[in-house]
């Protein structure tokens, strides 16, 4: 299976280093997908999820999929390489489902407002909320999406 690197780093620190069969990004014009070989690109990030497919290592195990929520950022695409620098990144692991919902609801509340920069920001609240309510409910449990993880 072609694969590609994959780094994805804040300024503070690095999130993910590995080999990806395929990445998936919200960028500011849609959802990108990239492959192994993919032309070159430099794309502007909006709040979302990233999706990270792993290869599987060989053992008829299934591919492996990180999911982690960023904040808004960049990503640049190579051949066979992708760097995300990211504002802030949020592990499926440390996302809070309760404290996601919250957000999303006091954001839905204020979007309405009639001063613009207040219903923008809350725009982007829920954006981010939504993400980390989708990364959350996939990596539960009881989701029957759960991808595996990787050790």
Known sequence: ?????????????????????????????????????????????????????????????????????????????????????????ERAEDIDAAQAREAADNARKLISSPDKEVAVKAMLDLEVAIAKLRVARKNSKESFLKPSRRS
């Open 1 to 89: 299976m072609k694969c590609m690197s994959v780094l994805v780093a804040t300024a503070e620190q690095e999130i993910f280093r590995g080999n990806a069969a395929m990445l998936i990004a919200p960028s500011m014009q849609g959802e990108l997908a990239v492959l192994p070989g993919h032309a070159p690109l430099l794309a502007m990030l909006r709040p979302g999820e990233v999706r990270i497919d792993c290869p599987a290592d060989g053992s008829g195990e299934p591919c492996e999929s990180t999911d982690v929520v960023v904040f808004g950022g960049f990503l640049e695409v190579q051949p066979n390489a992708v760097i995300i620098l990211a504002d802030a990144v």
